[in-house]
């Protein structure tokens, strides 16, 4: 007799990976490829789930919790890239690279939960789906092409314009009352400044009433302003 209990949590993977932009367009079959072989991944915040330069087996599907991936400067530094939610996909990208090893590492942000998707699962659906394999290179094209302006943008703005731009890219899905993914040090280096400076720009803000608040917990009040200071970041497409 099959246990449903077995069951359930893989069907509710199934529907969750559906989901993803990834897929989307795509026949139903395909998630319920991805997912063979797939293991559930529960860890407590603070935990690694895979280190930088360990072989790249597995790619993550985030299903509670947060995630991160992140790196440490030559001299200490922690640098976080990217904060995962529910639903989306961590290292997929890792699956095709070259060395076959995990560029970055990756720590849980909360308790999480994952689900460790097979790499082989992965090649051996995009041979079978061929335009699972344009949707990832599509992706990946995009990932380039994004931090082709990251770059631009890094070298060519100021430390306010920058700023700027991170609080109005928070503002697009959370609203005015923002919370910030990253603590203080962590937004500094991911934006390529100094931890003074960043504390001598929030301070400075409040005092001229563009925004209120602190620690992670902020207000935009004067949208426009940094609206207008952000605005060398946009690109026609």
């Known amino acids: 007799m099959t246990n449903i209990n077995v069951l359930e949590p893989r069907a509710a993977a199934v529907r ?19 997912l063979l072989d797939a293991s559930v991944l529960r860890a407590p915040a603070g935990q690694i789930l895979f280190g930088e330069g360990d072989e790249a087996r597995h790619y993550l599907l985030v299903e509670t919790g ?3 991936v992140m790196r440490y400067s030559y001299n200490g530094d ?18 095709f690279m070259p060395h076959g090893r995990y560029p970055m590492q ?3 942000r ?3 939960q994952c689900w460790r998707l097979a790499r082989t699962k992965l090649h051996d659906a995009c041979r079978r789906w061929p335009d699972l394999a344009l949707k990832l290179l ?3 094209s995009q990932a380039v092409y994004d931090q082709v302006n990251k770059v631009d ?21 959370q609203g005015a009352t923002l919370t910030l993914p990253l603590n203080q040090r962590q937004l500094a280096a991911h934006l390529g400044i100094r931890a003074e400076t960043l504390s001598r720009l929030l301070n400075d803000w409040q005092a001229q009433g563009y925004i209120s608040g602190k620690r992670s917990q902020w207000v935009v009040t004067d949208p426009a302003h940094l609206a207008s200071l952000s605005m060398t970041a946009k690109r026609p497409f």
């Open 78 to 95: 922690e640098r976080v890239f990217r904060v995962f939610e529910p639903g989306q996909l961590m290292a997929e990208a890792a699956m």
């Open 106 to 108: 990756a720590r849980a």
């Open 16 to 34: 969750l990976l559906a989901q993803h932009p990834l897929l989307a367009g795509l026949p139903a079959g395909v998630a319920d490829d991805l």
């Open 110 to 112: 909360t308790d999480v």
């Open 153 to 173: 943008w890094m070298t060519s703005s100021s430390a306010a314009e920058r700023l700027a731009n991170y609080l109005m890219g928070l503002q697009e899905p």
């Open 66 to 68: 947060q995630a991160e």
């Open 138 to 140: 599509a992706g990946m």
